[in-house]
Structure formats: structure tokens, C-alpha cells
């Protein structure tokens, strides 16, 4: 006699197999597909070979149905194994490629375009990374490269500097993300990992700086240049307005207007924006745009550009930081005392850093010409006495409060 529970047993274990294949179904389904970046990818293998390809969305649930897809495609005979491309090495794709992309897309921003050339120059530099195809680079090669790079030394022997290896670094990201949008490849590339310990400006100069450093750039020293009041000029704008250095020796007469100073274009959109000048702001522009009213730059030279470049005041601020430090040194009584060289950035960062404090984020951001607020919190370095002070005014307001209250509840005793 056979047992009841016989076919109810054989019912479960068929449940319980049935259980099993959708529960591989979709662990098989979530390793089939696979993220890299906002896009999803799909792998899979058939007849011993290997296929991965992009889907180019970024919804996982339609990625997924692709595969499918073309899994379904494969059984059937419908395609057959897609013929690999031909994938061009990191040289190749750098000079057909990306730096063609690089000069048509930033025409009009030399900088940016140097800034790519050197990257690539610097990463074809080392052969054994240029002459690897695109898919074959590992996490290992550019680790190597950037041993090799570290190994070498710059034009006055100090070692590279971290900041410009992520810049190298950066370069390739750009190259691999490019690489993989335009279909260069078939597989994902790994990520690129900047270095840690980068060294950012957080220089800003205090009150006392600031006065020794106009002092020396209006003093007899600076006769001896072909324009003595420039530097003083351009400093002042950098300061009161947070303007880039880039920025200020762009300055047209038709970016002044309705006592401001309109920036039309710079790194990003963002750039675009309009700051209102101080007083003797607008009395430097005003005397420049009355000596030069037929020139089209507020700081004209005799460059290709036409206008002044960061070559223009490099001899003439490094004079007016050792007067400065003169005069400290003779103020002090003390030999080894001197003015911190410093960069004329720096005084945009002193400017954002003084700004702070007194406008909300957004406003602050907008008159940097930021277009994300990480950026500008790298630009703001609170200072020991800014601290203090909103530590004073938070212990003020906390034992205000609380001395509002013991009042209150003295009255409420009484």
C-alpha cells in the first residue's frame, strides 16, 4: 500500500527544486549584470566564450531584460560571437582620440588644454603603460607608473609633486571614461585613485601682511618696472573681489558696468557672475580704463594675448614680498624675520575667507563663481580669531539662555 505521504513528499521536493532554480536564477541574474559608473553591463558566456557589453542604460531592470535578451539571441542561432574590436593602446587612443576631443571641446580655454597635453605627455612617457591596450591596463600598471613616476625629479631636483600626479592621474580617468562611452572598449576599465597627502593653498594672509605687501608694492623699489603701480593694481582687485588672477587680467572696459565688475566667461558656467567693486576698486579701474581708453584690455601688454599674464607681475611681486620682508625685518628689529612668500591666488583665498562670515553659502558661492559648495569650502580656512570670536558670541548666546531660564523659574519659585 503506498503511503499517503509518499506523493506529498515528491510534491514538496519538486517545490523545493523549483525553489532552488529561481533562488539561482536570481543569484545568477544579479552577477550577470553589473554597475560601472551610472551605466549598467551585462556578462555573460557562451560556447567558452566571454562576452561583455554595455547596455547603456542606467535603469538595472531593462539592463537585465537585454541580457536576456541577447542570451535568447545566442541559443537560438539568431546572432552569432560578436567579433571583438580592435582596441587602441593608451598612446594611440591619446593622440586619435582624446586630445583631438580635448583641443575642438576647450577652443577657447587654453589652459585646460595644456593641462590634458601635459597629463598625456607625462603618461605616454612611460612606455609600458603608452604601449598597453586600453582593456589590459590594470590597477598594478598604474601603480607602476606611479613609482616610476615618484623615482624622477622635476627641472630643480625636488621631487614631483603630489598634486601634479593626480593631475596626471586625473588625465587618464578622463581618457578611461571617455574610452568607454565611446565604445573604445568592451569591458569596464578600473578606477583611478588619486593619491592622498595632497598639499591645497590654505595660505591667507592676515592684516598686518596685507599692509607690509602694498606698502612694497607702492614703494620706490617698484619705480624700476615698466608699470610701478600694476602690482598694487591687480592685488587690490584679487583682494576686494575674489576675483581668479586668470579673471582680472581678462578684465575688458565692457565687463565694468553699474559699479561692478561682470566676469562673461572662466573654468565653468558658474564663472559667470557680477561683484560689486569697492571703493578703491573702482578708482583702480577707473584711472586705468582713463589711461587706456582706447585699448581694449583694462591691463594691456605687450604679449600675444595682448593683456597681462602671470609672467607679467612674477619679477615684481617677488620684489615686493623681500621689501615687504625689509620692512618687517626693520620694524621688528629682528634678522630673521620675513614676509611667508606667497602666491597672488592666495589672495582670492583671502578674500573668500574673509567673506565668509558675514553671507550665507550660496551668496558665497555665486560671487566665487563655484559651481559646486565643495569647491568653495576648499577656499574658505577658518582663522584663529574668527574662531574665537564665534566661540564668544555661541558662549554669550548659550549662557544668555540660560540665565533666561533661571530667571524664569526663580519668578516661577517666588
Same mark, same amino acid.
Given at each position: ?11 514538496? &521536493? #519538486? ?11 536570481? +543569484? ?28 547603456? %542604460? ?24 560578436? !567579433? ?8 594611440? =587612443?591619446?593622440?586619435? #582620440? ?10 577657447? *580655454?587654453? *589652459? ?33 607608473? /606611479? ?7 622635476? %627641472?630643480?631636483?625636488?621631487?614631483? $609633486? ?18 568607454? !562611452? ?9 578606477? /583611478? ?11 591667507? &594672509? ?21 608699470? $610701478? $603701480?600694476?602690482?598694487? #593694481?591687480?592685488?587690490?582687485? &584679487? ?6 588672477? !586668470? ?5 575688458? $572696459?565692457?565687463? /565694468? ?6 566676469? @562673461? =566667461? ?8 557680477r561683484i560689486p567693486m569697492t571703493p578703491r576698486v573702482k578708482a583702480v579701474v577707473e584711472k586705468r580704463l582713463k589711461d587706456s581708453a582706447r585699448n581694449v584690455w583694462v591691463f594691456p601688454s605687450q604679449t600675444r594675448s595682448g593683456h597681462i599674464e602671470p609672467s607679467s607681475l612674477k619679477k615684481q611681486h617677488a620684489r615686493a614680498i623681500r621689501e615687504a620682508s625689509q620692512m618687517l625685518r626693520d620694524e621688528s628689529g629682528r634678522r630673521d624675520a620675513k614676509l611667508e612668500p606667497f602666491e597672488l591666488y592666495t589672495l582670492r583665498h583671502t578674500c573668500l575667507t574673509r567673506w565668509a562670515p558675514h553671507m550665507d553659502p550660496w551668496? &558665497? ?15 574658505? @580656512? ?12 555661541? !558662549?554669550?548666546? @548659550? ?5 533666561? +531660564? ?9
Amino acid at each position: 500500500m503506498q503511503s499517503k505521504s509518499g506523493p506529498l513528499r515528491q510534491n514538496q &521536493l #519538486d517545490k523545493g527544486e523549483f525553489a532552488g532554480e529561481s533562488s539561482l536564477r536570481r +543569484k545568477d541574474e544579479r552577477m550577470a549584470v553589473y554597475k560601472r559608473g551610472n551605466v549598467w553591463w551585462y556578462k555573460l558566456n557562451f560556447n567558452g566564450e566571454s562576452i561583455r557589453e554595455s547596455t547603456k %542604460q542606467s535603469n538595472r531592470r531593462v539592463a537585465v531584460q537585454m541580457e536576456a535578451a541577447h542570451k535568447t539571441a545566442l541559443a537560438k542561432g539568431e546572432v552569432g560571437i560578436r !567579433e571583438h574590436k580592435t582596441v587602441p593602446t593608451l598612446k594611440v =587612443f591619446a593622440e586619435h #582620440d582624446f586630445l583631438p576631443h580635448v583641443r575642438s571641446r576647450f577652443a577657447t *580655454k587654453a *589652459k585646460t588644454q595644456k593641462y590634458y597635453e601635459y597629463g598625456v605627455k607625462s603618461l605616454c612617457g612611460y612606455e609600458r603603460l603608452a604601449n598597453e591596450r586600453l582593456d589590459a591596463i590594470t590597477t598594478e600598471r598604474i601603480s607602476e607608473y /606611479v613609482n616610476y613616476r615618484q623615482k624622477m625629479k622635476t %627641472q630643480h631636483g625636488h621631487d614631483i $609633486p603630489i598634486a601634479s600626479l593626480n593631475r596626471e592621474l586625473q588625465a587618464l580617468r578622463r581618457m578611461f571614461t571617455l574610452a568607454q !562611452e565611446w565604445g573604445k572598449v568592451e569591458r569596464a576599465l578600473p578606477k /583611478v585613485r588619486m593619491l592622498p597627502g595632497e598639499k591645497h593653498r590654505e595660505r591667507v &594672509l592676515t592684516p598686518h601682511e596685507e599692509l607690509l605687501y602694498f606698502k612694497a608694492a607702492a614703494s620706490s623699489a617698484m619705480t624700476q618696472y615698466a608699470d $610701478p $603701480p600694476l602690482l598694487g #593694481d591687480v592685488a587690490t582687485i &584679487l583682494l576686494d573681489c575674489g576675483l581668479r588672477p !586668470e579673471e582680472c587680467f581678462r578684465l575688458r $572696459p565692457q565687463n /565694468v558696468t553699474d559699479g561692478k565688475l561682470e566676469v @562673461h =566667461f572662466g573654468k565653468s558656467e558658474n564663472a559667470r557672475r557680477r561683484i560689486p567693486m569697492t571703493p578703491r576698486v573702482k578708482a583702480v579701474v577707473e584711472k586705468r580704463l582713463k589711461d587706456s581708453a582706447r585699448n581694449v584690455w583694462v591691463f594691456p601688454s605687450q604679449t600675444r594675448s595682448g593683456h597681462i599674464e602671470p609672467s607679467s607681475l612674477k619679477k615684481q611681486h617677488a620684489r615686493a614680498i623681500r621689501e615687504a620682508s625689509q620692512m618687517l625685518r626693520d620694524e621688528s628689529g629682528r634678522r630673521d624675520a620675513k614676509l611667508e612668500p606667497f602666491e597672488l591666488y592666495t589672495l582670492r583665498h583671502t578674500c573668500l575667507t574673509r567673506w565668509a562670515p558675514h553671507m550665507d553659502p550660496w551668496t &558665497l558661492a555665486y560671487l566665487a563663481g563655484h559651481r559646486d559648495m565643495n569647491i568653495t569650502k576648499r577656499y574658505i @580656512h577658518p582663522q584663529e580669531h574668527t574662531i574665537r570670536d564665534a566661540m564668544k558670541r555661541a !558662549e554669550s548666546g @548659550h549662557n544668555f539662555g540660560h540665565g533666561r +531660564k533661571a530667571s524664569s523659574r526663580h519668578k516661577n519659585v517666588s
